[in-house]
């Protein structure tokens, strides 16, 4: 019984978290729109830095950290929090967030084939359909934001068509980040508690990214933001560094990498749910169908078989 507790508790975990992940992705373009993009990433891990000083400190019961640890924390930190900030941050700016929720949804087959490459965890053959979803899903989107002719591609131009197709290629670099990020993340549960964890490649994040930021630190007018923003800013802030990373890690401890990608399906539907709900966006019927698309390439890849 108590472990069928832990188990939902970690499904519940994770869910959360990825939800947390599409809202943020969502509510990051009205923020990328008004602040240079390092200044946003660094923004976000120090108000990290600050709400979790209390988790940085070494516990007595931890072991001395290997050198292999200490470099999977290191690429956890810049693959998963600074690599993947600045794909997700640049490519919102650039595309929609309903479209960057459509690509997102890819995550879960890119977790299960790097599951299998770098864990050796098993990938069935459905899996491979589900990528193939993802592709095909990733196509459709394009055809969506195809050149449109007459007035409306006058208003657009050419740079705008270009910035869409740039947006949506960073949104699938930060697919990768992401998917490296949940792999790596399992190695570390091994040695490390969640906490910790957090803590640890949340303080890296702000060191690779303070020169960039305290550069666009000093350039920038911050009496031009207003007070709504900053609210916001507290919440991307807090929901990318400290909650997101947290839920996910304690979920991650006790659930493999595979399994675990399936709830990443949350992160596109939440993503997509904001974008029409608060920034006032819409789903086209290609939108819609590209959406469908990879939705059934999460089902593929998430169902479980009968085997199992």
Known sequence: M??????????ACLALSMSLVGAYVALTKPLAVV??????????FGIG???MLRWIRKPAAEPALSAQTRWLIFLESFLGNFLFTLCMILGVSMTSAVSAG?????IPATVALLSRIFLKESIRPRVWGAIACGVLGISVLSLAQ????GQASELLGEASQGRQWLGNLLIFAAVICESAYAVIGKRLTAVLSPKRISAVINLWGFVLMTPFGLYAALQFDFTTVRYELWV????YGLAASVWTVWLW????????????????VMLPISAAVVGVLALG?????????????????????????RQA
Request: net charge positive.
């Open 2 to 11: 108590h472990d069928v507790s832990s188990r939902l508790k970690a499904y």
């Open 35 to 44: 602040l240079p993009v390092f200044l946003l990433g660094w923004l976000r």
């Open 49 to 51: 830095a600050i709400a």
């Open 102 to 106: 459509v690509i997102m949804s890819a």
């Open 146 to 149: 195809a050149p449109s002719t």
């Open 232 to 235: 916001l800013m507290l919440f």
């Open 249 to 264: 890690m304690v979920g991650l401890k006790s659930v493999p990498a595979s399994q675990a990608g399936v709830f990443t």
């Open 281 to 305: 966006e819409t789903l086209g019927g290609l939108q819609l169908a590209a959406f469908a698309i990879a939705l059934a390439g999460l089902l593929l890849a998430t169902l479980p078989s």
